[in-house]
């Protein structure tokens, strides 16, 4: 343990740049930023990981990187570094060199983070306000993750990434275990991994939904929580990085980085682009009584966000302990380098950046135009690919939905909420819901930015599964063992008059209805539609609406428990998809403007009440309407007329009843198109079983809970 490289090695200086271990073919340069270190030593360790061979103090420091280079070293070295300086928690410094600490920097991490009591730079068992006085002097390498020095050698051949533009987005959340572990189409040895989700089982159940973009939750390596192993649970989301450059070990299982890249190829050759959940606003290594990991034991002063002018307490907008320091240039740098590597290197296609304004707080404040984002909107390689914020925090002002610049999307919460709210048919607001189905121009078109800046979704991991959404008037949280106060409660759910699973057929039937209607939504609203995983085959968590730390059954979807049922919506949702894939009108991306289309007086939209005709304020300020609809036209940039100057395009009627009776509605007037093909009605129990044809102001029932699609039947002259 007493050598050093540089009678074994000849260590050289090396360089500051790049950060982290860079091979050359003949060595690796080793390079860590820390701007309050007073010494910084790199461990090298053997091939399994468990017994370190040597130290090297990297004595050469530029603007504060410390650096040094190693010849003959390889791709495959496992090393750590142990920094050393104060420890002195109220100055806001925690340096331990007895803690392993992982590169911020490494492309890769050998062995699995088992969250010992070594880890923590205080001695666990003191009473809290004591704990951080004391110094742990335990060794935390046997239970640290090893970083790993890597090239990139990977052949992508001709890899192109599909770069779907978004009016073509259909986006489909998914949890890399959740969807392969109990898949029995996928073999065991792999189930859980990179591997088993680009299995072409896996693919091609997502490509038959008409999917372009599957948005996989973190995958960046990240730790369990102490107060949840003691449970014996476990951080099953992922919200918890600490290592944004590394693949989650567990997730590669036997392969190397190359699985992971494997899988991306494979996607693209599906037509499917690969976006990633980030989570850059806090690290796993949480408040000040969290594990000393790496950020915490290299800079904590640079590396996190403290309390002005009181360095020994973090200043915490994401409720997860820390917030990470983004106002440091280096912390920036860090961010702005790992988004390029999983670009560049990864081939990934875009990001959905967690708790977004956290990144973008100027002393405090939600900057639109914080350094970070312009960066990102100049960057060549990351103003090229998909950009989603989660548009909250948990700080002052956190709430910014429709404040991102343009270039972004935005998850829509608004949307979600206002759709569950009509179908529950509690408070409707239909003037309002109009606008989420129209691309929530209220909330994005001041600003310059078209209806595909709103992801609209009904559910994802964040609450109820779709399932659980019709079958659950409250959470059912026991099982995360925090006495049931985490997890929204104000759900708009319903359970149809039972709590939980039933076998009556008339509960069943109402939930499968109100299934499809919320889908029918979803799919036929501007914007870009994001589905849950799962929701296409009615998984359930049991009524659990904040699964993160459910890596179980209580969260993987159970395949081989279908029903009938199931399979039957399952192609509802297909179908219903590839409606909107094959019909432009309704993934245009622009806003309704009542724009009139050819010479007949139609509108691009207009909005309908049941007896078929244009609806009026009083309408719309009707504080019982729970029924109405819209006549669509194509308005596309390549829209023609016939000789008459009507519209040749695409036509359509849809119909939202959210009353639990049925009603006569009308067909409208016969300028609006004489003739009318039903294309599906979701109250029936084959929605797209041969849909009856109706004339200009015909009658016809109307039933409760349904939505229903018309298309304008060119059978006839003049329709």
Same mark, same amino acid.
């Given at each position: 343990?007493?050598l050093?490289?540089?009678?074994?090695?000849?260590?050289r200086?090396?360089?500051?740049s790049?950060?982290?271990?860079?091979?050359?073919?003949?060595?690796?340069?080793?390079?860590?930023?820390?701007?309050?270190?007073?010494?910084?030593?790199?461990?090298?360790?053997?091939?399994?990981?468990?017994?370190?061979?040597?130290?090297?103090?990297?004595?050469?420091?530029?603007?504060?990187?410390?650096?040094?280079?190693?010849?003959?070293?390889?791709?495959?070295?496992?090393?750590g570094?142990?920094?050393?300086?104060?420890?002195?928690?109220?100055?806001?410094?925690?340096?331990?060199?007895?803690?392993?600490?992982?590169?911020?920097?490494?492309?890769?991490?050998?062995?699995?983070?088992?969250?010992?009591e070594?880890? #923590?730079?205080?001695?666990?068992?003191?009473?809290?306000?004591?704990a951080?006085?004391?110094?742990?002097?335990?060794?935390?390498?046997?239970?640290?993750?090893k970083?790993?020095?890597?090239?990139?050698?990977?052949a992508?051949?001709?890899?192109r990434?599909?770069?779907?533009d978004?009016?073509?987005?259909?986006?489909?959340e998914?949890?890399?275990?959740?969807?392969?572990?109990l898949?029995?189409?996928?073999?065991?040895?792999?189930?859980?991994?990179?591997?088993?989700?680009?299995?072409?089982?896996?693919?091609?159940h997502?490509?038959?939904?008409?999917?372009?973009a599957?948005?996989?939750?973190?995958?960046?390596a990240?730790?369990?929580?102490?107060?949840?192993?003691?449970?014996?649970l476990?951080?099953?989301w992922?919200?918890?990085?600490?290592?944004?450059?590394?693949? $989650?070990?567990?997730?590669?299982?036997?392969?190397?980085?190359?699985?992971?890249?494997?899988?991306i190829?494979?996607?693209?050759?599906?037509?499917?682009?690969?976006?990633?959940?980030?989570?850059y606003?806090?690290?796993?290594?949480?408040?000040?009584?969290?594990?000393t990991?790496s950020?915490?034991?290299?800079?904590?002063?640079?590396?996190?966000?403290h309390?002005?002018g009181?360095?020994?307490?973090?200043?915490?907008?994401t409720?997860?302990?820390?917030?990470?320091?983004?106002?440091?240039?280096?912390?920036?740098?860090?961010?702005?380098?790992?988004?390029?590597?999983?670009?560049d290197?990864?081939?990934?296609?875009?990001?959905?950046?967690?708790?977004?304004?956290?990144?973008?707080? $100027?002393?405090?404040?939600?900057?639109?135009?914080?350094?970070?984002?312009t960066?990102?909107?100049?960057?060549?390689?990351?103003?090229?690919?998909?950009?989603?914020?989660?548009?909250?925090?948990?700080?002052?002002g956190?709430?910014?939905?429709?404040?991102f610049?343009?270039?972004?999307?935005?998850?829509?919460?608004q949307?979600?909420? $206002?759709v569950?709210?009509?179908?529950?048919g509690?408070?409707?607001r239909?003037?309002?819901?109009a606008?989420?189905?129209s691309?929530?121009?209220?909330?994005?078109?001041?600003?310059g930015?078209?209806?595909?800046?709103?992801?609209?979704?009904?559910?994802?991991?964040?609450?109820?599964?779709?399932?659980?959404?019709?079958?659950?008037?409250?959470?059912?949280?026991?099982?995360?063992?925090?006495?049931?106060?985490?997890?929204n409660?104000?759900?708009?759910?319903?359970?149809?008059?039972?709590?939980?699973?039933?076998?009556?057929?008339?509960?069943?039937?109402?939930?499968?209805?109100?299934?499809?209607?919320?889908?029918a939504?979803?799919?036929?609203?501007?914007?870009?539609?994001?589905?849950?995983?799962?929701?296409?085959?009615?998984?359930s968590?049991?009524?659990n609406?904040?699964?993160y730390?459910?890596?179980?059954?209580?969260?993987?979807t159970?395949?081989?428990?279908?029903r009938?049922?199931?399979?039957?919506?399952?192609?509802?949702v297909?179908?219903?998809?590839a409606?909107r894939?094959?019909?432009?009108?309704?993934?245009?991306g622009r806003?309704?403007?009542?724009?009139?289309?050819?010479?007949?007086?139609?509108?691009?939209?207009?909005?309908?009440?049941?007896?078929?005709r244009r609806m009026? $304020?009083?309408?719309?300020?009707?504080?019982?309407?729970l029924?109405?609809?819209?006549h669509l036209?194509?308005d596309?940039?390549?829209?023609?007329?016939?000789?008459?100057?009507?519209?040749?395009g695409?036509?359509?009627?849809?119909?939202f009843?959210?009353?639990?009776?049925?009603?006569?509605?009308?067909?409208?007037?016969?300028?609006?198109?004489?003739?009318?093909?039903m294309? #599906?009605?979701?109250?029936?129990?084959?929605?797209?079983?041969?849909?009856?044809?109706?004339?200009?102001?015909?009658? #016809?029932?109307l039933?409760?809970?349904?939505?229903?699609?018309?298309?304008l039947?060119?059978?006839?002259?003049?329709?």
């Amino acid at each position: 343990m007493g050598l050093t490289l540089e009678s074994l090695h000849r260590l050289r200086p090396g360089g500051p740049s790049p950060l982290g271990a860079t091979w050359d073919g003949k060595g690796v340069n080793f390079a860590l930023f820390s701007e309050t270190a007073e010494k910084v030593v790199l461990c090298l360790f053997d091939a399994g990981g468990e017994r370190e061979t040597e130290r090297i103090e990297l004595r050469e420091r530029t603007d504060n990187v410390w650096h040094g280079y190693v010849p003959e070293l390889a791709p495959g070295t496992l090393y750590g570094y142990r920094v050393y300086g104060p420890y002195v928690p109220t100055q806001g410094n925690y340096f331990n060199h007895n803690k392993l600490l992982v590169d911020p920097y490494t492309r890769a991490l050998a062995g699995r983070l088992t969250l010992n009591e070594a880890c #923590f730079g205080y001695r666990i068992g003191e009473r809290p306000q004591r704990a951080l006085a004391t110094f742990d002097e335990r060794d935390s390498a046997p239970f640290v993750p090893k970083s790993v020095v890597v090239t990139d050698s990977f052949a992508w051949g001709d890899d192109r990434p599909p770069r779907t533009d978004w009016d073509n987005t259909l986006l489909y959340e998914t949890h890399v275990k959740g969807m392969t572990a109990l898949h029995p189409g996928v073999p065991q040895p792999i189930r859980g991994t990179f591997a088993g989700l680009r299995h072409p089982a896996v693919i091609d159940h997502i490509r038959s939904l008409g999917v372009t973009a599957v948005e996989l939750l973190p995958v960046q390596a990240f730790a369990d929580e102490r107060h949840l192993l003691v449970h014996g649970l476990h951080n099953y989301w992922g919200y918890n990085s600490y290592a944004y450059f590394a693949p $989650e070990p567990r997730y590669l299982g036997e392969e190397m980085l190359d699985g992971f890249q494997t899988m991306i190829a494979r996607y693209h050759e599906a037509g499917i682009e690969v976006v990633l959940d980030v989570v850059y606003n806090h690290t796993g290594e949480g408040d000040a009584l969290g594990p000393t990991l790496s950020f915490r034991g290299i800079d904590n002063l640079s590396y996190y966000k403290h309390r002005a002018g009181d360095p020994g307490h973090y200043a915490d907008v994401t409720g997860c302990g820390n917030s990470l320091n983004v106002d440091h240039p280096m912390v920036r740098q860090l961010i702005l380098d790992s988004l390029r590597y999983w670009v560049d290197v990864m081939h990934i296609d875009g990001f959905r950046f967690d708790l977004a304004p956290a990144l973008v707080r $100027e002393h405090g404040v939600f900057n639109p135009h914080a350094p970070l984002l312009t960066a990102m909107r100049q960057d060549p390689v990351l103003s090229g690919v998909k950009l989603i914020a989660e548009p909250w925090d948990l700080g002052h002002g956190g709430y910014q939905l429709g404040a991102f610049p343009q270039g972004w999307a935005e998850w829509n919460d608004q949307y979600r909420d $206002e759709v569950r709210r009509y179908w529950k048919g509690y408070d409707p607001r239909i003037a309002v819901f109009a606008s989420r189905l129209s691309g929530s121009s209220d909330i994005f078109e001041s600003k310059g930015r078209p209806p595909t800046a709103s992801i609209n979704f009904v559910t994802a991991h964040d609450g109820f599964a779709l399932e659980d959404l019709v079958s659950y008037n409250a959470k059912h949280n026991r099982a995360n063992m925090e006495g049931t106060r985490d997890g929204n409660n104000n759900t708009n759910s319903d359970n149809h008059g039972v709590e939980g699973e039933t076998d009556l057929p008339e509960i069943r039937s109402a939930r499968l209805r109100r299934r499809r209607n919320l889908v029918a939504t979803l799919l036929l609203s501007r914007g870009v539609p994001m589905l849950l995983s799962g929701d296409e085959i009615g998984r359930s968590q049991g009524g659990n609406n904040n699964a993160y730390c459910q890596d179980n059954e209580i969260s993987w979807t159970q395949w081989e428990k279908l029903r009938d049922e199931d399979r039957h919506f399952h192609d509802f949702v297909r179908r219903l998809a590839a409606i909107r894939r094959q019909h432009p009108v309704f993934r245009r991306g622009r806003f309704f403007h009542g724009t009139m289309v050819g010479k007949s007086g139609l509108r691009d939209i207009s909005w309908i009440t049941p007896q078929g005709r244009r609806m009026t $304020e009083n309408d719309w300020s009707n504080p019982s309407g729970l029924c109405f609809g819209f006549h669509l036209v194509d308005d596309g940039e390549y829209a023609v007329c016939d000789v008459d100057g009507e519209p040749a395009g695409d036509r359509f009627i849809v119909f939202f009843n959210a009353e639990f009776g049925a009603r006569d509605a009308r067909m409208p007037p016969t300028g609006f198109g004489r003739r009318w093909r039903m294309i #599906f009605d979701t109250s029936r129990d084959e929605p797209f079983d041969g849909g009856p044809v109706y004339m200009a102001d015909e009658v #016809f029932e109307l039933n409760g809970q349904s939505v229903v699609l018309f298309g304008l039947d060119r059978g006839l002259p003049g329709s």
